[in-house]
Structure formats: C-alpha cells, structure tokens
C-alpha cells in the first residue's frame, strides 16, 4: 500500500469513528412557537403554539431523553409568566429561528393616557395590572426607557449626620435648604418615594416609615448598611413628583397606581407605543441541566426589589439560574430591563458568548456565591448598567469583553485561576463609589491587554486589586485618562509589569497595605517627573518604570524622560519596648490568669499600645496591615504578659475563593526570642514549644482564642520574670528581645524589631524602676 | 445533532411513551423504563472490574456470553443501557436502550467510545443473583498518574469519583451496592519517597481527603522517611505532592 492508499485508509477510519459516534447521538425535538400561533396547536413549524409555557408543556411530555428545544418564530412576545422548567429538566434550548428576531418582553403595553391632574406638562396612565407590591418599574416609551424621577439630579440633599451617629441606621436627618424654596416637605408622597443613600461601598435604599417634619428627619423603613453619617454623602429622593423635572421622566404613583410621565419633545400621548414591566424575569430556571438560550432578545423586566439568590422568586435579572450546571448564553440581547441581565447562582462550566446587555438597572453578568466555575464570558458588549460583568466564583475565562458606560466597576472578580484578558473597558465608575474598571480580588490569577479608557475624570482607579488579591500578575494593559490608574489594596506578591498608563497630569499609585509586590517595566506617560512614591515599601521591586513627559504646551505629545528606579529604606531601628506594669502590680493569683474567654479589654492589666510585626527577615519594612499581627505586653511583680493579636487571613475571604482558614498555613506560628538562648515558639493548635531553657511552660499558661476568619484571633501568654532573664540595668531590668510571626501562604517572617543580618535578638524589652505614669 | 422537525415528529411521537399513559408523569415514565432494564443490577454489589473472576468481566471472559451494562447518559444521573454479547472478549454485538427512544444498534466501535467515555456497570446476563455487579472505568481513565500543578486550585484527593465520577451515587439510586466500593493510593514523590495514602472506600468517613487530611497524610509519608514533621507545612506539601506519581489500586 502505498503512502496515498494509507493515509485515505486513516482518513475513511477516522471517519468511520466519527460517523458512528454520530449515530450514538440522542436526537433533538424541537417545538416552534410564534405570537401568532395558538396553543392548542402541536407545536410543529407549521403549527406553532403561542406560548413558550405550552411549548415547555409539550416538551415536557415527550418521555424521553432526546434532547429538547423551543423555537421561538421571529416576533414580539409579551409574556404573562416568566418561562420556568420542571426541575431536574435536561437538554432543553432555548432558541431564536433567527438571531435577534424573537423579542420577548416582560413588560405590558400601557394605554388610555390623559393630561395628570396636577401638573399639566404631564401625563397619567393607571398600571395595566395589579401591582403586586412595591416594586421598581422599568418604562419604557417607543423603544427607549423613561428616566425614573430623582431628586435632586445633581448634588444630594444634605444630610446633616454628624460623623457615624452611633447606632443609628434609621434616621435620616435632611436640610430643608436642599429642597426647592417653597416645597412643602411634608406633602411627599412616603408611599410611593423612596431614598437611596449611598455610603463608601454600600447604598442603601429604603422607603420612608415616618417624615418628621418638625425635626427634620425621615425615619426610614429599611436600616442603612453602615451607621447614618458615616462617609455622608447625603441622599436622594426616587420616584417622586419633586424628581419630574426634565422630558423623559417618569414615576409610578403608589397609591393611586398609576404611571406619570412627562412626555418628550414630539411624543403625542396618543400615538406613543409604552411599555411597563410586570414580569421580574423572563426565565427562571433551577436545577436543570445542560440548557442553553440562544439568539432571543429579552427586555422589560422589574427590579424585585429585596428578592436575593436565595428567595424564592426570580433572581432580580431577565435571566435567573440557579444550580444549573452545563448552561450556555449565548447570542443574546438583554436590554431596557429593571434588574440585572443574567444572573447565575453557583455557576458550574457556564458559558456566556457573544451577548449583548445593555440599559439594565444592575448588573450585566452576574456569577454568584462560588459554585464549580470554570465558566467563560467571552465576546460580550455590555452598555449603560450599574455594574459590568461580576464574577465571583473561580477559574473563569474572561475574555474579549467589551464593557463601558458603568455605574459601578466594569468588571469585577473575587475569584481566582482565572484569565481576565483583551476585555475593553470604558467609562466605568460613573455613578458609584469604592470600585474601578477592573475590580475585586485577582488571586493567582493573569490579567493581561485589556483596554481601560476613561473620557471624563474619575476619582477612582481604573485596576483596583482589593483585600488580598495574591499571586496574580497584571500585564500588557493599557489604563489611559485615569489620574490613579492602580490601586492595590492589601495585596501580595502581585507583579505589575509591561503595563502602559497615561494621563495629562499628576498620578498617582497604591500598593496600600500590600507588600512583596513587584512594580516594574512600565510605561507611564504623565506630565510633571515622578521622583518619589509613598508606598514604595509595599514594593519589592520598583524599578526600570519608562517615564515619558508630556511635551509644554503639546497635547498628547510626550518625550521620553527616564527609566526610573526607586530605592527602598531599611526598617528604621524601633526603641526598646517599656513594659508597664499592670493595675496590681503584685500579683494577684485571682487577677490576670490567662483566659482565652476573656477579650483583651477584661483582663484586669494595663496593656501597653500594641507594637506590630512589621519588619521581614531582609529587614526591609513591610508595612501593610496584612498580616496585622500585633504585640501588646504588661507585667506584675511575679509575670510577664503578652497578649497576641493575629489577623486571620483576609487573603481569600470571598465565596468562590478557598479561604485556606487560619490553621492550614496562613500564620502558622508566633516565636518570642528571650535574652542570649530561650525561644517561646506558639502554634495555632495551642500547643507551646520551649527551647533554650529548662522552664515547662505550665498549661494554663497560653491560651489561643479563634473568634474566626474576618475578627483574627489572639494568643495570650504569662511568663515568669526570672525565667525571662532580665538583667538589672541603670532604668530597671532589661532583656533582649524579639518576636516572630511566620506565614506560611507567603512563606515569610515578620519581626518586631529590625533583624541584623541573620540575628533576630535584636531588640530589648525594659521594665523600669519606676511604674510609666503615662500609661493608663 | 439531528433536529427532529414537522416532518419526522409524528414518528418520534408514535415511537415515544408521549402516547399511551397520558397521565403516566415523566419521572414514573422513567423509572418503569429503567424497571425493564434493573433486574440484573438491584440489589447486587458493585466490585471493581480488576478484584473480580475473569469470567465475569466481559473483556475477559472465555467463550460466548451476554452482559448487560448501564452507563450514565450524559453527565447528570441519567442511565441508559446496553445488551451486548461477547466472544472471548470481543465485542459480537449489541443494542443501545436510551429512555423513550428506538434501540440502537451498536458495533465494536461504538462500543470502545462508549467505554471510553463513560464508566460501564455491567452484570452477566444469567449470573447467579448473588454474583456483583462490576464496575469498568472509563478506558480513559489510568491507574497511575501525576498529581498536575491544576490540582493546586482544589488540593484534595478524591479517588472514589477519580476512578468512577459520579457513577457510583447514579447507580445506587438504582438499587446497587456501591457502599463498599474502594481503592488504595500509593504516592512516590519526585525524589522517590514512596508510602501509602491509605485506603478510600466510598460511603464511609474516608471516602476523600480534603486538603488538612492530604497535607496530613503527605506529611506522615514523608515524616517516615525521616523527613522532620514540623517543616512541611501546607504550601510544602502542595509542593511536594504536585509532580507526585499516584497509584490507584481498586479493592474489594
């Protein structure tokens, strides 16, 4: 046989293999549905049912395990019930005859409009359905979405809280000043207004229980999520006739149910085609398995407000799945919608592809509470939404996105061994605070040639790497009009490298509480010379960073400047800690036993100010709060005290990240180096080594308290004086002193005293002749 | 795919259970088809193919003889089933039964990437009730491998649903014994400690190890040859294990 007859041979065996695995293939059953057919019909093309329901019904039927699909004709469907499946359904599409000709709509056409008795600018239409509760409407007006009334539209009304009002998440103080000159506050309409205030991360959105006009206060029927006054921004006022102010604006009046709507330029009220949703999804789908939704349009949904992952309605988006592993999206377009897009509980190798999102009032994609992942979003545009595309469970594939227009961040992870690449995201943190286009906590993780460009000024970063993103390494990205381009917030071990930013003035970058993280082979075209950077301890490495200026006079022309290398300082040398003495200074045997239950503020010892372990073995500061250990000490006339304060891993404390806990290697151990020879080395487990003396460490004696992940933990420790090994010296007795904590996921040491080359008794600690009047 | 239109669709239905027992609901539906199907496999116990007599291994028998095998349909806990004769461990022939679909028949091809991709439960058609019922891994799935750096991301060992998936829990739904199923993992490190893992039986406290057991267990192997105990801490025994070779020996 020669080469030729081969190779043909190979090619009709493989073949062969294909073609009979083809026939191991379940066949696909498929059911058509069209606004214009009728559900007593079979559902065959020519024959379509009207309903996807009855489509559902029928598929439902076929006892079989052929594979299932519902066909939607080209058309607009308007839905009165949200398309669910039986649980535990398998191998059910979704699909479109013709990509983006099957719209299916939430929303219900709304007629009989008349001039509103009020205000004549406006016009009214009562609810075409029975409100079912207080919900956020999504209306919309030949095609394009009405603006839901704010007040005001531009600064919030001020609240005058002082600083954090303690315990008070109720009530809501107002300046009457920032309500029109004349308005009377008390005639707001507390059925149907309601306000959002926003705080740092957080906003809150509540109605109003009671307005106290004499005080000026709204008394608020949801608590706000942080203390009122706390990063007091003020607040506005939705939904209300005070928020009607331009064309295109609209409200729904609670109590009389009916819609407001003040009506562009050229809108004749009765010929405009509007829309309101009563649906809170158009799918919901649960415990199913190996689904897909292809080529269909959805659009007007409501925001049901208060309904979580795990309520029992919908998931506030156009598509709700929960538990569905295997489930694909794909060509779609969501839009002009009161929730999200497509939201995915615990998602399991999803896949969403080539979508497109946009005019929604939450999020775009949204991967919820961990879950397997291994998921991908890849191809999607997403436009005009409060937050991108949220992923917050592991090993996602995020690629080729196109994100702008954001209220929030563009695209968030809390995640890890995910590729987040070639995404461009535009003019994110529009309207929100704490975020940035590229947000969340990137752990092990590349996030490589995405595109950030903003067109306006943000105060907020474009990459901002939060609460212990680690090991991950960002790349070939350009971050360009942002002033602050990166903000790494207690992060580790992060390399930032071959990344380009620019903006036409001063810039800034934070390593903020982070450490070992390497800052090097960018470009950075800016405008005034950098000469120095406040976090450059956080940085193991900052150096051969390209700088090029800005030409005088020359927009968007820059000229190279300098490769530039800044230089870290070694840890400046601590004073010797002073040890007070405690309130007794004799030793009480019913005093200050060591005793895991009590927190530090019951012991009956004064405790001095603790010192941190901030120094690594190179003995190079590193300052980040993380790990946060601390040292607090005092002494009485038989001991000394140490209380130990360990903060627990914040490096992965998001669901759909492993949080690695506090025994299985974040901080494995603490070891405390006494005068010339004795170390005190504590475990976790509460177990106590002693080297370098003959004293048994009696149990009792150490106590280690876990009050879990997010609160640290403490180990407290008493040790007898003359097993310390303090000299007598001209301000009392003194020994050498250091100590140590050792974390194991970094695999690195922090002291408290600088280290001199290998020596880590370097230090001292003193308790003076007379007590420290200073100290409580 | 084959999508099944207009013109075809009566045929599917004629075929289907959709006729008849209108009322009969979809879950009963299945479970009467899967009746037909189970006698063989209710009740019995589940053993790995490499602890039983060759003559009851299809692959290993000797003369002509009949077996039944129920695989799983897709990645759910679905069943579907096979009929398939052998000759001294060659496929002859054989039909495929899926839930409310006409049989297929199968060649020795179809077979090979059917085993190749599902785990097989298999019972000998006129064994004695008494006899188990034998648990074949996918012919992808090998014995011996290398713990991959991916493993970092979910550092457990799971030797149960290594060799078998999710199989076992599928077809203890239907009545077989798979409690008992297990397996031993030897472990050889890169620089040639060898010990054991232990031994993983489904069904029982040991049944996996999540990631403070296989550090445990790392640690112990390396601890008995002479390692010291207190230096491998979690980050080291990832270390250690990733590149690990890994022996997975079913038991009875």
New interface residues.
């Given amino acids: 046989m020669n080469v030729k007859r081969k190779a043909l041979a190979a090619l009709i065996a493989t073949a062969?293999?294909i073609s009979?695995?083809a026939?191991?293939?379940?066949?696909?059953?498929?059911f058509y549905v069209s606004p214009d057919g009728s559900d007593v019909n079979?559902g065959?093309?020519?024959?379509p049912v009207k309903t996807p329901h009855r489509a559902v019904e029928l598929a439902?039927?076929?006892?079989?395990?052929?594979?299932r699909?519902i066909v939607f004709l080209d058309g607009y469907y308007e839905l009165e019930k949200t398309i669910a499946l039986?649980a535990e359904s398998?191998?059910f599409t979704f699909r479109a005859e013709n990509k983006g000709k099957a719209v299916l709509s939430g929303a219900m056409r709304v007629a009989g409009w008349r001039t509103d008795a009020l205000d004549s600018r406006f016009i009214t239409a009562d609810l075409p359905f029975k409100s079912p509760g207080k919900l956020q409407y999504y209306f919309m007006v030949n095609g394009k979405s009405a603006s839901l009334s704010v007040y005001p539209q531009g600064v919030n009304i001020v609240c005058p809280a002082e600083l954090g009002e303690g315990k008070n998440f109720t009530s809501l103080p107002y300046d009457p000043k920032s309500f029109p000159e004349g308005f009377d506050i008390a005639s707001l309409d507390l059925e149907s207004n309601w306000v959002v205030v926003p705080q740092e991360w957080a906003s809150t959105r509540s109605y109003i229980a009671t307005n106290d006009v004499a005080n000026q206060r709204f008394i608020l029927k949801t608590k706000t999520n942080m203390a009122i006054g706390k990063y007091n921004t003020g607040f506005k006022i939705y939904n209300s006739r005070l928020g009607m102010l331009d064309p295109g604006d609209w409200m729904f009046d609670q109590r009389e149910s009916k819609i407001i709507y003040y009506p562009r330029e050229g809108e004749n009220p009765n010929e405009i085609f509007s829309t309101i949703s009563r649906l809170p999804a158009i799918f919901d789908l649960r415990n199913s398995?190996?689904c897909t939704i292809d080529g269909l349009v959805m659009e007007g949904c409501f925001n049901p407000t208060g309904s979580g992952a795990y309520s029992n309605g919908p998931m506030a988006a156009a598509v709700s799945v929960r538990h569905c592993?295997?489930f694909t999206v794909k060509n779609c377009e969501v839009r002009n919608s009161g929730g999200g897009g497509i939201y995915m509980l615990k998602p399991n190798r999803a896949v969403i592809d080539d979508n497109y999102i946009h005019d929604v009032s939450s999020t775009g994609i949204n991967f919820i509470d961990g879950g397997e992942g291994h998921c991908k979003v890849r191809g999607n545009v997403l436009q005009n939404m409060h937050s991108g595309i949220y992923m917050q469970t592991?090993?996602i594939e995020c690629i080729g996105n196109k994100v702008s227009e954001i209220g929030r961040s563009a695209l968030t992870l809390w995640g890890?061994?995910s590729v987040v690449a070639s995404n461009e995201l535009r003019n994110a943190m529009l309207r929100s605070r704490d975020g940035g286009a590229l947000y969340g906590a990137y752990d092990?993780s590349l996030v490589k040639d995405n595109l950030v460009k903003y067109d306006n000024y943000s105060s907020w970063p474009g990459l901002y790497a939060d609460e212990g993103s680690q090991h991950t390494v960002f790349t070939g990205n350009r971050i360009e009009g942002l002033f602050w381009p990166m903000h790494m917030h207690q992060s580790y071990d992060i390399v930032i490298s071959n990344n380009v930013y620019k903006y036409d003035g001063a810039m800034r970058w934070s390593f903020q509480g982070g450490w070992r993280n390497r800052f090097v082979d960018n470009k950075i075209y800016t405008k005034d010379p950098i000469v120095s950077d406040p976090y450059l301890p956080n940085c193991a490495e900052w150096a051969r960073n390209e700088v090029y200026l800005r030409k005088k006079g020359k927009k968007d022309e820059y000229v190279f400047s300098k490769s530039l290398t800044l230089e870290r300082k070694k840890a400046e040398l601590r004073p010797d800690i002073i040890i007070p003495v405690n309130g007794a200074a004799e030793h009480d045997p019913k005093g200050p036993q060591i005793d895991a239950k009590r927190s530090k503020g019951e012991y009956p010892i004064n405790w001095r100010k603790s010192v941190w372990f901030n120094v690594g073995s190179d003995g190079y500061p590193e300052p980040g709060t993380q790990p946060g250990n601390t040292l607090s000490y005092s002494h009485d006339d038989k001991y000394v005290y140490f209380y130990i304060f360990l903060k627990n891993p914040m490096l992965t404390p998001y669901p759909g990240m492993?949080n690695?806990g506090n025994?299985?290697?974040v901080h494995?151990a603490i070891r405390l180096y006494f005068g010339k020879t004795m170390t005190v080395t504590l475990f976790w487990t509460g177990k106590s080594v002693v080297e370098g003396s003959t004293y048994v460490l009696p149990e009792g004696d150490f106590k280690v308290r876990d009050s879990g992940w997010w609160n640290g933990s403490t180990m407290e420790l008493r040790l007898p004086i003359e097993v310390v090994g303090f000299e007598a010296e001209p301000r009392g007795r003194s020994t050498v002193f250091n100590a140590e904590t050792y974390n194991?996921?970094h695999?690195a040491y922090r002291y408290v005293f600088r280290t001199d080359g290998g020596n880590v008794r370097t230090g001292h600690l003193v308790i003076p002749t007379e007590p420290l009047k200073e100290i409580k | 795919?084959?999508?099944?239109?207009?013109a075809v669709?009566t045929a599917?239905?004629a075929f289907?259970?959709?006729s008849g027992a209108?009322a009969?609901t979809?879950k009963k539906?299945?479970v009467r088809f899967e009746a037909s199907y189970l006698d063989v496999f209710k009740g019995r116990k589940a053993k790995p193919a490499e602890t039983v007599a060759d003559e009851l291994r299809y692959d290993r028998a000797k003369g002509v003889g009949q077996w039944r095998f129920m695989l799983q349909?897709?990645?759910?806990d679905?069943v579907?089933f096979i009929d398939a004769k052998f000759s001294y461990g060659k496929f002859i022939s054989g039909d495929?039964h899926?839930?409310?679909?006409e049989s297929?028949k199968?060649?020795a091809?179809?077979f090979d990437?059917?085993k190749r991709d599902f785990v097989m439960a298999a019972s000998k058609i006129g064994s004695e009730s008494s006899s188990p019922v034998v648990i074949h891994r996918s012919s992808k799935k090998r014995l011996n491998r290398t713990a991959s750096w991916k493993e970092?991301?979910?550092f457990r060992l799971n030797p149960i649903s290594d060799l078998w998936g999710a199989f076992p829990s599928v077809i203890k739904q239907r009545g077989v014994k798979v409690d008992s199923l297990a397996c031993t993992v030897d472990y050889e490190s890169k620089d040639g400690v060898k010990g054991s893992l232990g031994k993983f039986v489904n069904a029982s406290k040991k049944s996996s190890y999540n990631?403070?057991a296989l550090?445990k267990a790392i640690v112990k192997i390396h601890a008995d040859a002479g390692a010291d105990p207190t230096k491998i801490?979690?980050?080291k025994a990832v270390d250690l294990y990733i590149g690990a070779r890994l022996k997975y020996t079913p038991v009875d």
């Fill in positions: 062969a293999v009979s695995y026939s191991l293939e379940r066949p696909t059953i498929a079979s065959t093309k020519s024959s439902c039927a076929v006892k079989s395990d052929a594979k699909e039986p398998h191998d398995h190996n592993p295997f592991p090993a890890r061994f092990y492993k690695t025994v299985w290697g494995d194991a996921d695999d | 795919m084959k999508t099944i239109c207009s669709l599917v239905f289907s259970v959709f209108s009969e979809l539906a299945r349909v897709s990645t759910d679905r579907r495929l899926v839930f409310g679909l297929v199968l060649d091809d179809d990437l059917l970092v991301r979910n990631e403070a550090h801490n979690m980050r």
